[in-house]
């Protein structure tokens, strides 16, 4: 297991140590019997004080989550058995509630996060995107803007270190490790769902043979990802061309009567004379979320 640490986090970086390993042994990212790190090589790894991670094993012994054994070192414990009581049986429906969020692709600081705001709901002034690639940023920005009443900022990984208070984050879920890792303690960090390609072209009548496909973007992760999905629902790899519209002259490589796969952004400058089909990134539901946490 990989432990995040957040230096201007207003929570203690013991407190952050906790927390992860405690997670990582209900998702199971820590099964029982798994040693942990020693304190010597978590605190030179991270580069923290060695009694910071002391401290951290300290009250997870305490609180009974690791075990010490003699010369061996520390070792996460097994989990209450069901039917040892009402916390036991609790501890079971956490457990297992992680588990079947993990595999939907949620990690579990997000579960915990989400339960927190469901239990003590908070609303938020803004949505703030972390994305590192510039064109995915502009094509997210432009997706969310209109649906949540414009309170939408994007902004690259590195800005969020600076981040100011009352926002909610949200990232692909490719990035959502490493955002998450960035954040000030207590921000909400929601992943992005995305549309598919497939339902996006399913009303697009089968190509003529010798048609060209055209995908349009200044976002190399946009033209890639479209490629590989078309590639997937059987178009064939010659029929498609990528177009970096962030080069000068991208226009003249759209061949006449090709069909044009674009991003909301790159969608404005494609001339009007080629048909357009504009593939939009984020789900509704998806923006539906983000727009429960914003003020009402």
Same mark, same amino acid.
């Given at each position: 297991?990989?432990? +995040? ?10 407190? !952050? ?10 998702? =199971?990212?820590?099964? %029982? $019997?798994?040693? /942990? @790190? ?34 061996? $070192?520390?070792?996460?414990? @097994?989990? @209450? ?8 049986? &609790? ?12 595999? /939907?692709?949620? =990690?579990? $600081? =997000? ?5 927190? +705001? ?25 997706? %969310?803007?209109?649906?949540?009443? $414009? ?42 769902? &995305? ?8 009303? !697009? @009548? ?38 970096? %519209?962030?080069?000068?002259? +991208?226009?003249?490589?759209?061949? %006449?009567?090709? /069909? ?34 914003? +003020?009402?």
């Amino acid at each position: 297991m990989r432990f +995040w640490i957040t230096r201007n986090s207003e929570q203690p970086i013991r407190e !952050q140590l906790v927390r992860q390993v405690v997670l990582g042994i209900l998702s =199971e990212d820590l099964p %029982a $019997g798994h040693r /942990l @790190p020693s304190t010597r090589s978590l605190a030179r790894r991270h580069k923290i004080h060695s009694n910071t991670v002391s401290a951290a094993y300290q009250d997870l012994l305490h609180r009974g989550w690791i075990e010490l054994r003699r010369g061996s $070192g520390l070792y996460v414990k @097994p989990l @209450p058995a069901s039917g040892a009581g009402d916390v036991a049986e &609790l501890d079971t429906l956490v457990t297992k509630l992680i588990r079947d969020a993990r595999a /939907l692709g949620h =990690e579990p $600081g =997000e579960v915990l996060d989400r339960l927190e +705001w469901m239990v003590r709901p908070r609303h938020y002034e803004r949505v703030v995107i972390a994305e590192p690639e510039r064109g995915m940023r502009e094509i997210l920005e432009a997706e %969310a803007s209109d649906p949540l009443g $414009g309170r939408v900022q994007s902004v690259d990984v590195g800005g969020l270190v600076d981040l100011a208070s009352g926002c909610v984050v949200t990232s692909l879920a490719s990035r959502a490790a490493a955002v998450r890792g960035s954040v000030p303690h207590g921000t909400p960090c929601v992943t992005l769902r &995305l549309n598919s390609v497939r339902k996006s072209l399913e009303s !697009q @009548p089968r190509l003529p043979a010798n048609t060209m496909l055209a995908i349009v973007s200044r976002s190399f992760e946009f033209r890639s990802g479209a490629r590989t999905m078309l590639v997937a629902v059987g178009l064939h790899p010659d029929s498609i061309c990528d177009v970096d %519209a962030s080069l000068e002259g +991208w226009r003249q490589r759209l061949g %006449a009567g090709s /069909l044009v796969v674009a991003d909301v952004v790159a969608a404005r400058e494609v001339p009007a004379t080629f048909d357009v089909k504009i593939f939009r990134m984020i789900a509704e539901s998806s923006l539906a979320e983000l727009g429960r946490y914003l +003020w009402l």
